[in-house]
């Protein structure tokens, strides 16, 4: 396993990042005039815009389960454990944190925008609901198996029950992980069934990584299954809806994006586990081990965070294709460059915002007795 950790894994999330990366940029600063789906360009990009967060939801569930089954296989998983959940509260802060204007707080100028969940806050919550199925099922892998592949296709087959979902009676601190009413870009469902089907395929790699052929097996049933979900998944909940009654099955069938995006994943996993022994050592994987570090540069450059200016406050749905397309190949350049000028790893960033959240707790802890 170390070698698809090395080289697999990193080479998924390296391709993940760029895309979010090209993505984010694109759809931040291209003019709205030239969103036409009938251009084969355009409908392109949209595809890889539309697989990029599931890959990434999923390829953190295989990661993050797989450390811990072999954490706990050599018989030491507390220390996976507290940094499962240390590193899970971490992201949420670092996702919270990116929302905040300092400069109109300092002026005394507040809102709820800060509020919105976005993609690191779920993948945060994520990790700390994975370290709770491990800590109750880690005495029983196939149960724990079980219960990720149930719960991913739950999460996806009743999508329709809360597509439009509103919570009012909940705090907006809560609300928002639930509903997109208030400005969350995700929710933790859908989501959280992709991270889950990643932490069942861990199950399965960690179980049977080490025998004869389990590498082209591997690849043969990714593209398999995948294709199988990309074409098939639609009529298969019908046919189950014609066999049960159930409504929930035909209304997930006439809007069945979540199964067919994870098949996009599979085949993806299916082309990079196949070509991986080109990849070693090469520079995507570097990329791959940056990924924290990345999300959080593009995220200040585009957006602003902390200070407002950033590129949508000059660029904002402005530019031509061409513009675009070449900003993004030297937005992607730029960022890179930083992250690798300025951090080693994720942990460089990990290192950071802990530090710095400490800092603050300790703050907060002075100055508290002050304002009673």
Known sequence: MQTIRLYFIDTVRAFAILMMLQGHFIDTLIHPGFRDPSNALYRVWLYFRGITAPTFFTISGLVFMYLLLRAYAKGDDAPRIRKGLSRGILLIGIGYSLRINVFNWLTGHFNTNFLAVDVLQCIGLSLILLVGLHLILKRHSYVLSTVLAIFGTACFVTEPLYRHLAVPALPLFLENYLSKAHGSVFTILPWLGYTAYGAWLATVFFRHVHRPKFKLLT????????????????????????????????????????????????????????????????????????????YVIHFILIYGSYTGYGLKRYFSQSLTPAEAIIGALGFIVLVCLIAFHYAKTNAFLYGFFGRLFGKLRKLFQLIRPSVK
Do not use: P
Not at 255 to 267: A, H, K, S, W
């Open 219 to 294: 690849i043969l049933t990714f593209l398999g299954v995948g294709l199988l979900l990309i074409h098939c998944s639609s009529w298969f909940l019908i046919q189950l809806y014609h066999a049960t009654d159930v409504e929930l099955l035909k209304a997930s069938a006439n809007y069945n994006y979540l199964f067919t995006r994870f098949g996009n994943v599979l085949v993806l996993f299916a082309l990079f586990y196949t070509f991986e022994r080109f990849l070693k050592q090469s520079l995507i994987t570097k990329i791959g081990q940056k990924t924290l570090s990345i």
